[in-house]
Nanobody, 116 residues
Framework: QVQLVESGGGLVQAGGSLTLSCVVS????????WGWYRQRPGRQRELVAR???????YYMGSVSGRFSISRANFENTVYLQMKLLKAEDSGVYFC??????????WGQGTRVTVSS
């Protein structure tokens, strides 16, 4: 059973930075593409960044140039470095495979609140 433990969220002022971490267990970590997803109130969960098995990274347009995703296969961990944060970046951030599992299997997420 896959376990996903996200951490690193918090309250930050606009323009600030945060680094999120996601520790994965029970999965073939290095065989999967991983992503960070964000859920904002009243909106569907959206994929903001993803990283392939060979470490190629892709970003949603609104975060490109400000967010950086990375992975440490030896630690089974995915990171999301976020800079120049904006109020619209606020939400609960989750990590999961890309595409995500169809039968649930999400962690608790980590909440990011950016005050303007």
């Amino acid at each position: 059973q896959v376990q996903l433990v996200e951490s690193g969220g918090g309250l930050v002022q606009a323009g600030g930075s945060l680094t999120l971490s996601c520790v994965v267990s029970g999965s073939s970590f290095r065989d999967n593409e991983w992503g960070w997803y964000r859920q904002r109130p009243g909106r569907q969960r959206e994929l903001v960044a993803r990283i392939s098995r060979n470490h190629a990274a892709y970003y949603m347009g609104s975060v490109s140039g400000r967010f950086s995703i990375s992975r440490a296969n030896f630690e089974n961990t995915v990171y999301l470095q976020m800079k120049l944060l904006k109020a619209e970046d606020s939400g609960v951030y989750f990590c999961n495979t890309v595409p995500p599992p169809t039968s649930g299997g999400w962690g608790q997420g980590t909440r990011v609140t950016v005050s303007s």
